[in-house]
């Protein structure tokens, strides 16, 4: 399979085939939506909804990073795992009236629907709704809306990928599972907490530690 030089980036040899591979799109969406689309600077408050997802957890833990102050939503079972990611506070969507946060600088939605209208309201006059699933149907006054889709990035992926080995931040992976199970576990409809990810190796593939040449690549 032929891939372009431009959505590869180097796979260090002390982070394995199963870390690689859940970084790719959950880590460039968080990055391009904080920093490209969302312009986040220090100092300023954020909304992550789902927190404790995939993309979430990048969300949050990047923001940190940053020097935001983050708020994440999503389920009560949700709040242990956003607040251990590193979100200042934590609004249980089933339970806790959202709205009680008042005005943020940026919400980064990963939800939609019902919690994608009422973010209209969440943001502050000059500050920015970012979302990936799909145009808000209710459109603040004074805020800029932002639905974007992930693009190939070589040199922020290689970011990602160095903020992983020096321990600035942590991959959420949830289900590993092998090849042969692939549509059953894309199929399920178990809800799952974090990146779910396909084993393609077979069993007698050398070890990361002998494999020379692996790539990240910015399309897993």
Known sequence: MAIEA??????PDDI???VGASLPISGLTAWQGLFHHGRLRAGQSVIAHGAAGAV????TQLAQEAG???IGTGRAADRKKAIEFGANEFVDLDNETLEDVGKVDLVFDLIGGDIGKRSSGLVRAGGTIVSIVGPLETQPADA???DFVVEADRAQL???VERVRDGRLRTNIGTVAPLNDAISTFNST???????VINVRPSEQPAKADVTKDMVSIGN
């Open 6 to 11: 431009r959505n590869l980036a180097q796979l």
């Open 158 to 160: 290689t970011e990602i």
């Open 68 to 70: 935001a102050h983050v």
């Open 16 to 18: 394995d085939f199963t």
């Open 144 to 146: 800029l809306v932002i």
């Open 190 to 196: 178990e809800r799952r907490s974090g990146k779910t």
């Open 56 to 59: 979430g957890s990048m969300v």
